[in-house]
């Protein structure tokens, strides 16, 4: 069985997004988003019902898989709390271009002002964006 990164997966009970390969036996220097449960240790992220985020790692051979999220072009995600829309998904490295809205903040030297915000294309880990709208 495969798994990407950003895939949720199950581990004594629990739900965890899985975030990254943090060890192996196997040369990992150019990390696949996808590799064989054989010998490889993952981060695996959960945000808890009081909103706390918790990491822990584990070896891919005790992971089940439970759902592997996609995003489409044209979908609402949020990115850090932002509002904005997936442009387009980057499968091989693991990350989802997202247009963010454009938005109004105070300005910093006088809080009275506020200044229109666009960030333009921000391109987000998958797993972020799991964990953040899908979790």
């Known amino acids: 069985m495969e798994f990407a990164l950003g895939?949720?997966?199950a581990h004594a009970g629990d739900r965890?997004?899985?975030a990254a390969i943090v060890g192996s036996s196997l040369d990992t220097r150019n990390?696949?988003?996808q590799w064989s449960r054989e010998g490889f240790v993952v981060r695996l992220i959960a945000r808890r019902a009081?909103?706390?985020t918790t990491q822990t790692t584990r070896h891919s051979s005790?992971?089940?898989l439970v759902e592997a999220p996609t995003f489409a072009?044209?979908?609402r995600v949020t990115v850090n709390g932002l509002a904005g829309t997936v442009v387009s998904t980057d499968s091989a490295n693991g990350l989802v271009n997202v247009a963010l809205d454009a938005r109004d903040r105070p300005l910093t030297s006088d809080p009275r002002f506020r200044v229109t915000v666009n960030d333009g294309i921000a391109a987000v880990p998958r797993?972020?964006?799991v964990l953040e709208n899908r979790f």
Request: proline share 5%.
């Open 62 to 64: 005790a992971l089940t």
């Open 73 to 75: 072009s044209g979908e």
């Open 127 to 129: 797993w972020q964006l």
């Open 31 to 33: 990390e696949p988003a």
């Open 7 to 9: 895939d949720i997966v």
């Open 16 to 18: 965890f997004v899985l």
């Open 50 to 52: 009081n909103g706390v």
